[in-house]
C-alpha cells in the first residue's frame, strides 16, 4: 500500500474545500491555536512512518487522553471498572448532565466527559501519584519522555470548568465519586491540557493495533479480551453523539478530542493521528474526519 501517496493526495483534495468549523473557544487557550494547522500520519506494524503538515507540533489532545487513562484503570482493575460506569453509546453530547441525573449517576460511557471523571477518580484512588504516573504512562506508550502537561492550558479548563464541577458533584451526590472533587478534576484537567503531536500519538496508540502489546518491547500491557473491549468503545463511544457518523463514513476504531485531534486505528495494520483545529458541531475536527473518510475510500480498508 502506497501510503504516502495517498495522504498526499488527500491534503490536495483537503486544500479545496472551504474551511468550516470553530476552535474550541470556551477554553481560552484553545481559542489562542492557530486554525490553519494541518497534520497526518500514519504509523504502521512494520515501524514505517507516512505523513503530510505539521506533523511535529504538539497540541492539547484533550478528549484522547481518555483512552489512556481507561487503559491504565483497566489494567489496574479489570472488569470491575463497569460497576461504575457503563459502555454504551450516550446519544447526548460530551457534556450532557440530563441523562447522568436520570441514570443515578452511572455515566453511559468512559469517553463522555462524566465517564472520564469517574475513570479520573478511580485512578485517584490505585496511584500514589496520579499526575506522575500518568504522563510517565504516556511516555512509555509513545516512547518520548519529553511529553508533558501543559498547566495554562489545564488553568484555562478549571478556571471554565462549570459544567465538569455540576457533572462531579451530581456523580457525588449518588456516591459514585469517592475522593475530594477538586483532587479529581484537578487531575482530569491535566490529563486533558497533555501535549502530544500527531507523529507521537499514532505511536502511542499502537498499543490497540496490537492487540494489548507494547511495540517494540514486545511487553504486553493488555490481554487480548481487554484490548478488543478497548478497540470496540472506541468504535462505539469515540465520537460523542457523532460515533455513528464516524462508524458509517470512516470505519475504524477510534477517540477525537476538541484540541482538534484525531486517533484512529486498523487492528494489525497501523494507527493514523490527524490534527485540524476548526471543529463541527458536535466538537469533532472538521477536515479530521474528512481525511479520514477519504483514507478508508481510498485505501478501501476498513473493519467493515
Known sequence: MDYQSI?????GELEQIPKQGELAVYIPELAKVDPNKFALNIHTIEYQDYNFGDVDDRFSIQSISKVFALTKAYMIHGSDLWKRVGVEPSGNPFNSLVQLEYEN???RNPFINAGALVIADILCDSLEHPKEDMISFVRKLSGNNSIN?????AESEKNMGYNNAAQINLMKSFGNINNDIEYVLDFYYHLCSIEMSVKELSKSFML?????VLMPENERLLNYSRSKRMNALMQTCGFYDEAGQFSFKVGLPGKSGVGGGIVAIYPEKYSVAVWSPLLNKKGNSFLGMKALEMLTTKTRLSIF
Open 105 to 107: 449517576g452511572i455515566p
Open 208 to 212: 490497540y493495533v496490537n492487540h494489548g
Open 7 to 11: 495522504i498526499t493526495e488527500i491534503a
Open 149 to 153: 502537561y501543559n498547566i495554562k492550558v
